[in-house]
């Protein structure tokens, strides 16, 4: 099975990316892992926040087809803790999914066709957390349901 994971907007901080690649590197040790972004969109000052939406959604939907597996990081979905997470990716395995797509949305969330589109939405807490920390620790998780699968020490 190959992940990929598609955040919107670059990393800015260095420490961030250095986290990002750490657990890119682990993780790739279990699957086939693609990270990737989609740059912001420009001149969006007097833009709607609908339309914003809308050209995000746009892009993100371009980088799918309709075979894959899509799971949106979104404040209503559903939380796991982390053993009942790795069943989840465990379930993915097992049952043929091919390719399965984690997506962290811009500041104003999602618009109406990619919630439409999405096989699963996930919630990592009831927080809320800023767009560049969540992706090291989505990543972490990632990496932690892995090593869980394989019954390994690094979940205590």
Same mark, same amino acid.
């Given at each position: ?7 919107i ?30 740059? =912001? ?28 597996f899509?799971?949106?990081? =979104? ?33 104003y969330g ?21 767009h560049q ?6 990543l ?17």
């Amino acid at each position: 099975m190959k992940i990929e994971f598609i955040c919107i907007g670059k990393t800015s901080k260095k420490y961030i990316e250095e986290g990002i690649n750490e657990y890119i590197k682990r993780i790739e040790h279990y699957t086939t892992f693609n990270f990737s972004t989609i740059k =912001d969109i420009k001149n969006t000052k007097n833009m709607p926040v609908s339309t914003y939406k809308e050209k995000e959604g746009q892009l993100i939907l371009s980088k799918i087809s309709d075979k894959d597996f899509v799971v949106l990081l =979104d404040e209503k979905g559903k939380m796991f803790n982390s053993i009942n997470f790795s069943k989840f990716i465990e379930n993915k395995q097992i049952t043929g999914v091919r390719k399965l797509f984690f997506i962290i949305g811009g500041a104003y969330g999602f618009c109406k066709s990619v919630y439409e589109r999405a096989n699963f939405k996930l919630s990592l807490s009831p927080m809320t957390f800023s767009h560049q920390p969540v992706r090291i620790l989505f990543l972490e998780q990632l990496y932690r349901a892995f090593t869980i699968i394989k019954n390994e020490s690094y979940h205590k």
